[in-house]
């Protein structure tokens, strides 16, 4: 069995929360230092078993100490999946998930924009003006086709909220998922099969795949003419994994309809991007509304990391050598 001798702590909790998380590490030295004091953190991690960051580990955590396991407090972790962290044997988790529900929610309001138009019916209605030309030719969710790229927390949650809502689901994941019956097809790539099929069937294509070496710019330009015409990008998951200039291009030669985006390869997104002024793009800055104690959702995730490291299993939202990310963003 692993123990857990010191750990040093950099997250921004309230005292209540803070005060849990220490108990998580009952029996251990427990050290909380503020993010930015390179000084304190330097002299604490010497001797650390165990990080249990604000936001993504940098060299500080890399140099002289003996980590074992560093836990960075959020969700995506393409900044910490680093080769060296995986060349020094550290195991690296998140706390993917703590926000599923409303990163869900925030996918279907980017498809709920594209089905009702909002750009159109916002100007109508600044014009007073009763109806859209085309109207009579939109379609809702029901009965349409969803690709979700990514099973994760995200994509789950996804998939049960589009299943209410009566839409067809084809999923793409690394591995096949239980426990949804319901989606048509999955679509696993280490069973040999390829994105393909889903871009070629689904009406809404939505990325929740995480960022690493094998998925950067995967929606490039030659994935975008394999979607259907009138298709609907939606990007939740992170910027990297779209070619702007291959978007940019889909859009203008009409090979998809509409994207939503909410995160970029340049965050933030720099105000002379083309994006900014298109009537087919809906853009929201990196931002989703937050859930109710979003730290007492990492804390669940915390405390049953450490009974699982403790005990040697694969702790929850580990990161592998696979999901590195050589710079990419």
């Given at each position: 069995?692993?123990e857990?001798?010191?750990?040093?702590?950099?997250?921004d909790?309230?005292?209540?929360?803070l005060?849990?998380?220490?108990?998580?590490?009952?029996?251990?030295?427990?050290?909380?230092?503020?993010?930015?004091?390179t000084?304190?953190?330097?002299?604490?991690?010497?001797?650390?078993?165990?990080a249990?960051?604000?936001?993504?580990?940098d060299?500080?955590f890399?140099?002289?100490?003996?980590?074992?396991?560093?836990?960075?407090?959020?969700?995506g972790?393409?900044?910490?999946?680093?080769?060296?962290?995986?060349?020094?044997?550290i195991?690296?988790?998140?706390?993917?998930?703590r926000?599923?529900?409303?990163?869900?929610?925030?996918?279907?309001?980017?498809?709920?924009?594209a089905?009702?138009?909002?750009?159109?019916?916002?100007?109508?209605?600044?014009?007073c003006?009763?109806?859209v030309?085309?109207?009579?030719t939109?379609?809702?969710?029901?009965?349409?086709?969803?690709?979700?790229?990514?099973?994760?927390?995200?994509?789950?949650?996804l998939?049960?909220?589009?299943?209410?809502f009566?839409?067809?689901?084809?999923?793409?994941?690394?591995?096949?998922?239980?426990?949804?019956d319901y989606?048509?097809?999955?679509?696993?790539?280490?069973?040999?099969?390829?994105?393909g099929?889903?871009?070629?069937?689904?009406?809404?294509?939505?990325?929740?795949?995480?960022?690493?070496?094998?998925?950067?710019?995967?929606?490039?330009?030659q994935?975008?003419?394999?979607?259907?015409?009138?298709?609907?990008?939606?990007?939740?998951?992170?910027?990297?994994?779209?070619?702007?200039?291959?978007?940019?291009?889909?859009?203008?030669?009409?090979?998809?309809?509409?994207?939503?985006?909410?995160?970029?390869?340049?965050?933030?997104?720099?105000a002379d991007?083309?994006?900014?002024?298109?009537?087919?793009?809906?853009i929201?800055?990196?931002?989703?509304?937050?859930?109710p104690?979003?730290a007492?959702?990492?804390?669940?995730?915390?405390?049953?990391?450490?009974?699982r490291?403790?005990?040697?299993?694969?702790?929850?939202?580990?990161v592998h050598?696979?999901?590195?990310?050589?710079?990419?963003?």
């Amino acid at each position: 069995m692993r123990e857990i001798k010191k750990v040093l702590a950099t997250v921004d909790y309230v005292p209540e929360d803070l005060l849990a998380l220490r108990e998580i590490f009952t029996g251990s030295e427990f050290v909380h230092v503020n993010k930015h004091d390179t000084e304190a953190i330097l002299r604490e991690v010497k001797d650390a078993d165990v990080a249990v960051l604000a936001g993504d580990l940098d060299d500080r955590f890399l140099g002289d100490n003996h980590l074992q396991w560093i836990h960075c407090d959020h969700a995506g972790l393409n900044r910490s999946a680093r080769p060296e962290v995986f060349e020094h044997g550290i195991l690296l988790s998140g706390s993917a998930g703590r926000s599923s529900p409303v990163l869900a929610e925030h996918c279907v309001y980017f498809m709920l924009n594209a089905c009702y138009h909002t750009w159109e019916l916002l100007k109508a209605q600044e014009a007073c003006s009763w109806g859209v030309p085309g109207q009579e030719t939109w379609r809702g969710l029901f009965g349409r086709t969803a690709g979700i790229i990514g099973m994760g927390h995200n994509g789950q949650m996804l998939a049960e909220r589009l299943h209410a809502f009566g839409m067809d689901l084809i999923t793409y994941d690394r591995n096949y998922i239980e426990g949804f019956d319901y989606i048509r097809k999955q679509l696993v790539s280490t069973k040999g099969d390829t994105v393909g099929p889903l871009l070629e069937q689904s009406d809404f294509v939505i990325l929740c795949i995480q960022l690493s070496d094998q998925t950067h710019h995967m929606m490039n330009y030659q994935a975008f003419q394999k979607m259907k015409p009138g298709a609907i990008l939606v990007n939740m998951a992170r910027g990297g994994i779209v070619c702007t200039e291959d978007l940019i291009r889909a859009l203008d030669e009409k090979l998809i309809a509409c994207a939503g985006l909410d995160v970029f390869e340049q965050e933030p997104l720099p105000a002379d991007s083309p994006l900014w002024k298109r009537r087919d793009v809906y853009i929201t800055p990196h931002v989703t509304p937050q859930v109710p104690h979003r730290a007492g959702r990492c804390l669940d995730i915390l405390r049953e990391n450490v009974r699982r490291y403790k005990s040697e299993e694969e702790l929850l939202n580990q990161v592998h050598a696979e999901d590195a990310c050589s710079g990419v963003k």
